[in-house]
């Protein structure tokens, strides 16, 4: 459609059972007016009488494996109703031209920008080369286009801001030009490429993965290259709870070392027994060589090891509990998750700066406001600053908003739903 005729059709309702199912019927009229108003936008970026297309991509959500995917462990994630939208429209030649609302415009010449810097800037142009020579890597399809983009996916939260917009590059690609052909999947392995490889980031494939292929899914990533992905049928809203993210107001994107530390140290310990990574090892020879990796590695990368393989562990427990319906199991292993990641994978704090704990300042909140209730709370994402993670009772969920934002401001406090789709062309 052009673009005056896409504004007209969402504003006229024709997309209004699409935008329900994605948002929930509570959010049709807002989310309306946020895609009639990324029209606008695109117009006054790249012009009128354009043929354009609507686009989404949703947030991410660990529910349980914290930092073990890279470590080719175990997760259960899920896509979450924040979200990254895009305006796009192809254009003739090789030139990529990305606007995201509050950010500078992207400008990108695929066919000159084809591998990655020698010394990446850690920039949304390394994560467009990037999706784009991995496309080219895989014998897809690439041109040029033009995209307005706007995000509730909020940057450096831990709600994998960045893993949304390399799938939503990858999706425009896929409809504008390979017919929408390539699986979510696919493109979440190519994400992951593009900010391994360009954006210079070590992160494993559960973020890309979560926000691409949506609903609750737990990923085995015993073989990276064929992660087993299993859907879980399982309505937290409808068992009467809330998934709340807390915005500890703390941002994330400043501290890629203290994230990149967590793989490189138990891939360390990996290494000592001849393995490149922590599920290739064995948890008792781990133990029986703890005073070698203590001489050798120091204490931090033994205790992160063994984080790994109790969560790889629980990361089970919680799917099965899941596909059970205990939620009393779950709830009880989201906990031991949290404190697991708290005491011995330590991604809580930064040690740059002790002064500045909101995740342990939201975290100690959480604990206090759903003693005695039949709850759950634990670090969320990467870790270090940004979000913590609660599930609050439905008829408890305005009052614990209300005493998370009193701490740490208002609106800090999200209350979501999870929502059963990832990367999609509405």
Request: include cysteine.
């Amino acid at each position: 459609m052009k673009t005056a005729e896409l504004k007209a059709a969402v504003l006229g309702g024709a997309f209004d059972q699409r935008f329900t199912y994605i948002y929930g019927e509570a959010a049709l009229n807002a989310q309306k007016m946020r895609y009639a108003a990324a029209i606008d936008s695109f117009v006054d970026v790249y012009g009128a009488d354009r043929e354009v297309a609507l686009y989404s991509v949703a947030g991410r959500s660990e529910l349980s494996g914290n930092h073990t995917d890279h470590n080719y462990g175990c997760v259960v994630a899920a896509s979450i109703d924040l979200d990254i939208i895009a305006v796009a429209s192809p254009s003739e030649g090789s030139v990529i031209r990305v606007k995201s609302e509050g950010f500078p415009e992207d400008i990108v010449d695929i066919s000159t920008f084809t591998s990655p810097r020698e010394f990446p800037k850690g920039h949304s142009d390394e994560l467009i080369a990037g999706m784009a020579a991995g496309f080219r890597k895989d014998g897809y399809k690439v041109g040029g286009f033009d995209a307005y983009t706007t995000s509730s996916v909020l940057k450096g939260s831990g709600i994998s801001s960045s893993a949304a917009f390399e799938d939503m590059i990858g999706n425009i690609l896929n409809h504008i030009y390979n017919e929408g052909k390539i699986s979510n999947v696919e493109i979440a392995k190519l994400s992951q490429y593009a900010e391994n490889q360009f954006f210079g980031k070590p992160c494993g494939l559960m973020d890309q993965m979560a926000c691409g292929v949506g609903g609750i899914i737990a990923i085995d990533f015993a073989d990276p290259t064929k992660p087993v992905i299993d859907q879980i049928d399982f309505d937290i809203t409808a068992a009467g709870y809330n998934l709340c993210i807390i915005n500890t107001g703390g941002n994330h994107a400043d501290l890629t070392d203290d994230y990149a530390a967590i793989p490189a140290e138990m891939k360390s310990v990996a290494a000592y027994f001849g393995k490149k990574v922590l599920r290739e090892t064995d948890e008792a020879e781990v133990l029986a060589a703890i005073p070698a990796l203590r001489e050798q590695l120091g204490d931090r990368a033994i205790m992160r090891a063994l984080h790994f393989f109790e969560e790889n562990r629980r990361v089970s427990k919680q799917k099965e509990a899941l596909l059970a319906g205990d939620l009393d199991a779950f709830f009880e292993n989201v906990i031991a998750s949290g404190r697991s990641s708290f005491c011995y994978l330590q991604n809580v704090f930064t040690t740059k700066n002790v002064n500045e704990q909101g995740v342990s300042l939201a975290l100690c909140m959480a604990e206090k406001l759903l003693a005695g209730k039949k709850a759950a709370w634990r670090v969320h994402g990467g870790g270090f600053a940004g979000t913590i993670q609660a599930f609050v009772p439905s008829d408890y969920v305005e009052e614990f908003r209300l005493g998370m934002d009193a701490v740490l401001g208002e609106g800090r406090c999200m209350v979501l739903r999870i929502r059963p789709v990832g990367a999609v062309k509405i």
